[in-house]
């Protein structure tokens, strides 16, 4: 699956109570590369964060596939070594400047090597990876907050979970530490397939079942407006459900044939 048979769109909106948007979205269709950040610290730090997390990791592996002429060689050690790279970068400026000192962020991504059958996803935090398929909608990534702990424990409901106050208490993130432990997986791809990057602004206020009626009204073949119209309706989606939070999706889509 060549990378340009990726189609994608995406977006962010600072929502209906923040005044900022510490969220981050960015893609690398030449390397077949995108990612979603939410970033977290006092001022403007968490955007911050975010961005040079984006940039950082982005960079690292467009860098990797213009060397390598792909990424389809050692995928997960490159995106390792991409995640490690946006983690150093983060927690360096951090410690230069007092105001920015504690930042952080979460990061989701995906890679799709040029001539592989197989989409690559790694996460840190609680930003997520979707994949829809045949209208069902599957979460592919296992947030890393105290809250999915607690929940894979039975230790709490899910409505326990959906409305507990520590909901927004990560376990790991991007530049909080000088290291990191991302999660890496691949993902057998079908034609049609399409995947949904997002940050918790969306999945906190838009529950699984009304995003999955959203996305299954991309028709197959998806084209890139009908993505950004998606994308656009997902973020109104969490805005009438009162946009808590910085939104941001990025759609990318498996084309057919």
């Known amino acids: 699956m060549p990378s340009n048979h990726l189609i994608h769109a995406m977006l962010s909106h600072p929502g209906l109570v923040r005044r900022g948007n510490e969220d ?20 403007a730090a968490g955007e911050v964060a975010s961005r040079l997390a984006a940039e950082t990791f982005l960079a690292r592996l ?6 390598n002429g792909s990424l389809a060689a050692h995928t997960e050690a490159r995106l390792g070594a991409a995640v490690n790279a946006a983690n150093q970068a983060v927690y360096r ?18 890679a799709a090597p040029d001539a592989a059958n197989a989409i690559w996803i790694t996460h840190v935090g609680d930003s997520r990876c979707y994949r829809l398929r045949h209208g069902h909608l599957q979460q592919l990534t296992n947030d890393h907050s ?6 894979r424990a039975g ?29 890496i997986q691949s993902r057998h791809v079908q034609t049609g397939d399409l995947y949904l990057l997002a940050s918790d602004g969306l999945t906190h206020d ?9 996305l299954a009204g991309i028709p197959i073949p998806a ?31 498996v084309a057919v044939g």
């Open 223 to 253: 084209t890139q407006p009908v993505l950004a119209e998606t994308c656009e309706a997902l973020i109104s989606a969490a805005n009438r459900n009162g946009g808590h939070d910085n939104i941001t999706v990025l759609l990318a889509a």
């Open 93 to 110: 400026q951090s410690r230069r400047s007092p105001k920015l000192a504690g930042m952080g962020t979460t990061l989701v991504a995906l």
């Open 155 to 183: 230790q709490i409901t899910p409505t326990q979970a959906a409305c507990s106050p520590m909901r927004n208490y990560i376990t790991r993130a991007i530049g909080s530490e000088s290291d990191v432990e991302a999660e």
């Open 24 to 43: 981050a979205c960015a893609a690398a269709p030449e390397a077949g590369a995108f990612v979603v950040c939410d970033g977290m610290g006092g001022a």
């Open 62 to 67: 467009t860098e990797a596939a213009a060397d």
């Open 206 to 214: 838009v529950a699984d079942i009304e995003i999955e009626s959203i």
């Open 146 to 151: 105290l809250v999915a702990e607690q929940l």
